[in-house]
T-cell receptor
């Protein structure tokens, strides 16, 4: 099976702009989660989607949003970018069975200038 | 409050030495899952092992083994006979409750294996 894919891999944006990141889960996986990784805050949970519904949300401002499509692909959007949004954004998918194992993609490295 | 604590920031060993990574967690749930992930320089988090709160049996999988002790809320991970390819950042993570896929990660331990 192909793994989790994320596009784009690298992105440079200017403060105030918005950005959309994409994640394609492992085939058959219906749960998609997003995480932000920064040197200062480490790995932090953003949100999780299952069957096009947000099931869980972390402590991030409303500028961070996401959605999931019927084919389980997910996008996350960050509006009005701030310098502090520079991070590695990781997407993870899970079969949502009883294993709770999450498999991560390679991430999107976002740099805000 | 930090739910997962990895007290070791960095560990450096010579190839073939064993490496033990410490992890202490905090939760009020009786059902939870613990994980270890590896993040090599490429950046992708690689799933290593999972243990649920009802199974304290410690196991060995290849060169990996783990010691889960509910009494001390610890979930330690050992790499036996380390290799240079084991050099990475290792994260301990906690998922609380049934149906909750939110992972709370520790700060990570950087392992450097020298040839």
């Amino acid at each position: 099976k192909a793994g989790v894919t994320q596009t784009p891999r690298y992105l440079i944006k200017t403060r105030g702009q918005q950005v959309t990141l994409s994640c394609s889960p492992i085939s058959g996986h219906r749960s998609v989660s997003w995480y932000q990784q920064t040197p200062g805050q480490g790995l932090q949970f953003l949100f999780e989607y299952f069957s096009e519904t947000q099931r869980n949300k972390g402590n991030f401002p409303g500028r961070f949003s996401g959605r999931q499509f019927s084919n389980s692909r997910s996008e996350m959007n960050v509006s009005t970018l701030e310098l502090g949004d520079s991070a590695l954004y990781l997407c993870a998918s899970s079969s949502s069975g009883t294993s709770y194992e999450q498999y991560f993609g390679p991430g999107t490295r976002l740099t805000v200038t | 409050a930090q739910k997962v604590t990895q007290a070791q920031t960095e560990i450096s060993v010579v190839e073939k030495e064993d490496v033990t990574l410490d992890c202490v967690y905090e939760t009020r749930d009786t059902t939870y899952y613990l994980f270890w992930y590896k993040q090599p320089p490429s950046g992708e988090l690689v799933f290593l092992i999972r243990r649920n709160s009802f199974d304290e049996q410690n196991e060995i999988s290849g060169r990996y083994s783990w010691n889960f002790q509910k009494s001390t809320s610890s979930f330690n991970f050992t790499i036996t006979a380390s290799q240079v390819v084991d050099s990475a950042v290792y994260f301990c993570a906690l998922s609380e409750g049934l149906g909750d896929y939110k992972l709370s990660f520790g700060a990570g331990t950087t392992v450097t294996v020298r040839a």
